[in-house]
């Protein structure tokens, strides 16, 4: 028999509980939102996959994450944004896209979003070199998720035993990788690089491109490679690779060239700081704490920018997205000071983003060895570095056929670069 | 029965089928029999599959003769034939097309004259016939992916099986993929370990099932086991092995997987074939116009290709 004080009680709970539930909502606005992420297959990736149900937990948000490689992601979501699906809410690419995007209205300004996550975004702890390169106009229109930037690694132990210095010109590159290669009769490689055809073989001789005082693009933004700087930094690039270098090098990408010099088959490699993460592993390194690191260096007396790289590889939220406030909270929270020191412990990432990151024991404890020189690197680090005009691709494609051909021997440095140049502006062109 | 033949030898003597003997004609005849309701069930499928293909063809011309890029939605304008002039000026384009031809007729070639071989090496009975056939599926079946994989790392210049081996004779080291002269013929390896046991099987299958008679009476007439199978058994083989090259020779222009995971075009461009400039045009330039008319070159290309050779098997299929 219902009696009048249960009648009350029902009606005092039903009351109650309908007076929590906008409480509950203002907790988790976005209960039940689904957001789909398309991100590059990465260290910072990985940690940030196991860290979702956490972020599911604190905010309803139901995240599918879509893991596919670098080289594969751009054309992946240009497709999708051209059609203007919607299928993804947030994407993840390097920052030289961000001109094409926003010209194309494929991605829009976070700042509104942002103000209203104060609990995850902080701009002041994100690295200003990083930071930087997200904002077109004074918007905010990416959060950078991991950037690095280029350094030279040099085995400490093998330049003692052949009494040589710390190198920090090209040519004491050179000489230091003609004497290791030839006192080891080869058994060691002089040097090694990235040479395969590409943005691989790019991205590295880039380096040597800004060092010697060229650059890609002129002031009236023609492709301007085949300078006499170009043309002496990809002689020298190749001489030294071809004599010093290991067997293979032309097909060698990040991980042919990180292997070997892990493995201790050579002296000396110029590539992204991340590798020191790699060099710096007992596990799986026979290097680790034989390595010393100093900046690219730097041959022009006036260079047009920097020799180092930054690059810096951010999440955008589509403009097609259904959710783009829930889709700002899961960018800012990824990138979260919080996030980044959890992933340095989860996964072998050195290209944290945040200040307190870079700051804190777990960073200090594995990758002291090169923190330093990673952050004079990031500080000096070029963000024109590659290209950043809509057609990036096409001309870092051109230029890594040039470096390819040279490399392999097929044309001199001064016909392959009149090539790129040529096939360069006709993509501007078009 | 009508028909004298017996209709389990029209199956396993394909030959026959292809060329029905006058009396036999007429119940293969074109027009379908109007009370035979067969034809309602087929026919529906070719008119949407034949529309599909055409749709679309219609849809690839009409966008080669625009100028989409993935980068500038929605702002293309029509530009006529221009795509198709760009190709014929664009060096890259024309030199992919003379590698397409030599990896087609190498990869081809090879595995045609290797397959056969070993089917004429392996036609008798022996006791592990069938673990043999089975293992020879195991190639092709194998996902492009890892047999490219599989052979990147026996290719690799310092740890890999290939120059380890050549070490043993007191050879190389090569630089299998990073030569721009012999990375196509790694690639080319590749290919034949994937594809001859295709070439094989289906060749064995033929030869399965022809009749022995012939054989044995060039063998009662005094004929030599070499001239047995010149004179008599290849000549029987003919029409599975032209099928067999056609197959291998459409798959062999269309071939983008080994080269997209052992080389990715390079070095200095020597392994990049039409297909994988098309590829390049359309992922990596984002030029989905030239993309697609490389595309439609390439079909053309292929169709003229098959015409050829369609061309010869008929003159031979006339004697």
């Not at chain 1, 995240?63 to 919607?86: H, R, Y």
């Not at chain 2, 034949?192 to 099987?201: A, C, G, K």
């Not at chain 2, 291998?248 to 075009?265: E, N, P, Q, V």
């Amino acid at each position: 028999m219902l009696t009048r004080r249960d009648l009350l009680a029902t009606a005092a709970t039903i009351l109650l509980a309908t007076a929590a539930l906008p409480a509950l909502a203002q907790d988790k606005p976005y209960e039940g939102v689904q957001l789909s992420v398309l991100m590059e297959g990465h260290p910072t990736t990985d940690a940030i996959q196991k860290m979702l149900p956490d972020f599911t937990e604190l905010t309803g948000i139901d995240v599918a994450l879509e893991v596919v490689p670098e080289q594969d992601i751009t054309a992946k979501m240009l497709l999708e944004f051209s059609s203007g699906s919607g299928r993804y809410d947030i994407v993840q690419n390097n920052i030289i896209y961000i001109p094409g995007f926003v010209s194309a209205g494929y991605i829009v300004p976070l700042d509104a979003y942002l103000a209203a996550t104060p609990e995850h975004f902080n701009r002041a702890d994100f690295v200003t070199g990083y930071f930087d390169t997200n904002v077109v106009d004074g918007q905010i229109y990416g959060l950078p998720v991991y950037g690095e930037s280029t350094f030279l690694m040099y085995r400490k132990d093998l330049f003692e035993e052949h009494g040589l210095a710390e190198p920090t010109t090209f040519e004491a590159i050179e000489e230091a990788a003609k004497t290791i290669h030839g006192a080891t009769n080869g058994e060691v490689a002089g040097i090694t690089m990235r040479g395969q055809q590409g943005i691989q073989g790019v991205y590295v001789w880039a380096g040597y491109l800004w060092g010697y005082g060229g650059s890609f693009l002129n002031d009236e933004g023609q492709s301007a490679l085949a300078t006499p700087e170009g043309i002496a930094a990809l002689e020298d690039f190749t001489r030294v690779l071809t004599n010093y270098g290991p067997v293979g090098v032309a097909n060698f990408g990040w991980e042919e060239n990180r292997l070997l010099f892990q493995s201790g088959g050579a002296a000396m490699t110029l590539d992204a700081t991340v590798n020191g993460a790699y060099n710096e592993d007992p596990a799986n390194s026979e290097v680790a704490g034989k390595v010393g690191y100093v900046p690219v260096p730097m041959r022009s007396e006036n260079p047009k920018g920097g020799s180092s790289s930054l690059a810096v590889h951010s999440l955008f939220v589509s403009a097609d997205s259904a959710n783009p406030e829930a889709a700002a909270l899961f960018a800012a929270w990824a990138t979260a000071a919080e996030q980044q020191v959890r992933s340095i412990e989860s996964d072998p990432n050195s290209g944290v983003t945040s200040l307190s990151a870079l700051d804190s024991e777990a960073f200090n404890s594995r990758y002291g060895a090169f923190k330093d020189a990673m952050i004079a690197a990031i500080n000096q680090g070029n963000p024109q570095y590659l290209p950043t005009i809509d057609q990036a691709n096409e001309v870092i494609n051109n230029t890594g056929i040039a470096v390819s051909q040279v490399l392999a021997g097929t044309a001199t440095a001064e016909e392959a670069l009149t090539a790129a140049d040529e096939a360069n502006n006709a993509a501007i062109a078009r | 029965m009508q028909n004298s033949r017996d209709p389990s030898r029209q199956i396993i003597r394909p030959e026959l089928a292809v060329e029905p003997s006058p009396a036999s004609r007429p119940r293969h005849a074109s027009v379908p029999n109007p009370r035979d309701p067969s034809h309602l069930f087929v026919q529906p499928v070719i008119v949407v599959l034949t529309t599909a293909s055409l749709v679309l063809t219609a849809y690839v011309i009409w966008l080669s003769l625009r100028d989409v890029s993935l980068l500038r939605a929605g702002q293309d304008t029509f530009v006529g034939l221009e795509n198709y002039m760009r190709f014929f000026g664009d060096g890259r384009g024309l030199s992919a097309i003379w590698r397409t031809v030599l990896f087609t007729v190498l990869a081809t070639g090879i595995e045609v004259v290797l397959g056969v071989g070993i089917v004429l090496f392996l036609d008798r009975h022996f006791a592990l016939k069938r673990l043999v056939r089975t293992l020879l599926l195991v190639p092709i079946i194998m996902t492009p992916v890892v047999v490219g994989l599989t052979w990147r790392f026996i290719f690799d210049p310092s740890s890999g099986m290939a120059n380890y081996l050549l070490s043993l004779l007191g050879l190389g080291p090569v630089d299998w993929l990073g030569n721009p002269s012999v990375a196509i013929l790694s690639v080319l390896i590749a290919d034949v370990w994937q594809w001859t046991p295709f070439v094989i099987l289906l060749t064995m299958a033929a030869l399965d099932s022809a009749p022995t008679d012939p054989l044995d009476a060039a063998r009662v007439d005094g004929a030599r086991e070499w001239q047995v199978t010149w004179h008599v058994l290849l000549p029987m083989l003919r029409r599975a092995v032209a099928v067999v090259a056609l197959i291998r020779t459409i798959d062999s222009i269309k071939a983008f997987d080994l080269f997209y995971i052992m080389t990715r075009g390079g070095p200095a461009l020597s392994t990049e074939t039409l297909n994988y400039y098309g590829y390049i045009a359309a992922f990596t330039n984002f030029d989905i116009s030239y993309a697609l008319t490389i595309a439609m070159i390439l079909t053309i290309f292929t169709n003229l290709a098959l015409l050829a050779m369609y061309a010869v098997l008929s003159r031979g299929g006339a004697r």
